[in-house]
Nanobody
């Protein structure tokens, strides 16, 4: 059974930083492409970033240059370093299996997310 648990969210002022983590289990994490997906209040899921098993990363235009995705395959952990946060980054952040295509086709699996609120 795929289990994904995100953590590290919180309340931060605009311009601040947060580091999210995701603990993965129940599948071959080390050979899996992983993504971050967020959902703002009243809106649908939004793709944020993808990291391939070998570490190649992709970002949505809205977060490129501010967010960095990384992974520790030895620990089955996925990370998202978020800098220069903006109010528009507010939402629940989920880690998910699969790549951008999985997001588009809604074929990804996601776990419990973590709330990020950017507000002064």
């Amino acid at each position: 059974e795929v289990q994904l648990q995100a953590s590290g969210g919180g309340l931060v002022q605009p311009g601040g930083s947060l580091r999210l983590s995701c603990a993965a289990s129940g599948f071959a994490f080390g050979t899996s492409t992983m993504s971050w997906i967020r959902q703002a209040p009243g809106k649908g899921p939004e793709w944020v970033s993808t990291i391939e098993a070998g570490g190649i990363t992709y970002y949505a235009d809205s977060v490129a240059g501010r967010f960095t995705t990384s992974r520790d395959n030895a620990k089955n952990m996925l990370n998202l370093q978020m800098n220069t946060l903006e109010p528009e980054d507010t939402g629940v952040y989920h880690c998910a299996t699969g790549d951008y295509d999985a997001y588009v086709t809604k074929s990804y699996q996601r776990g419990q997310g973590t709330q990020v609120t950017v507000s002064s």
